[in-house]
Nanobody
Framework: QVQLVESGGGLIQAGGSMSLSCAAS?????????MGWFRQAPGKAREFVAA????????TLSDSVKGRFSASRDNSKKTIYLQMNNLKPDDTGVYYC??????????????????WGQGTQVTVSP
């Protein structure tokens, strides 16, 4: 099992910045896994936001957040981060981190992820 714990959500005004964290632990945790960020707005399907691997390489981002969000990792802390800048009301939703042990499978599809955090609410007011 892998345990994922998100933190850092809250209420913020449009144009502001917020950082989310996701700490990973557990016996099934492997450094070859890929970590993803997804979000789900009220009444909408969960969507891909970003992905980053523990082993190196740049993060991938969805088109809707490119230029505003960035993903990073701290291997020593087994923690990934999502830095969100210039937030918009459309960014409102529950943000989830997830772990995928099959790096060759698409990072963008939630069904390819094996473990999920409990989610953290991000609300962006106009």
């Amino acid at each position: 099992q892998v345990q994922l714990v998100e933190s850092g959500g809250g209420l913020i005004q449009a144009g502001g910045s917020m950082s989310l964290s996701c700490a990973a632990s557990g016996r099934s945790f492997v450094t070859t896994s890929v970590m993803g960020w997804f979000r789900q707005a009220p009444g909408k399907a969960r969507e891909f936001v970003a992905a980053i691997g523990w082993g190196g390489g740049r993060a991938t981002l969805s088109d809707s957040v490119k230029g505003r969000f960035s993903a990073s990792r701290d291997n020593s802390k087994k923690t990934i981060y999502l830095q969100m800048n210039n937030l918009k009301p459309d960014d409102t939703g529950v943000y989830y981190c997830a772990s995928k042990n099959r790096p060759l499978y698409s990072d963008h599809l939630e069904e390819n992820y094996d473990y999920w955090g409990q989610g953290t609410q991000v609300t962006v007011s106009p």
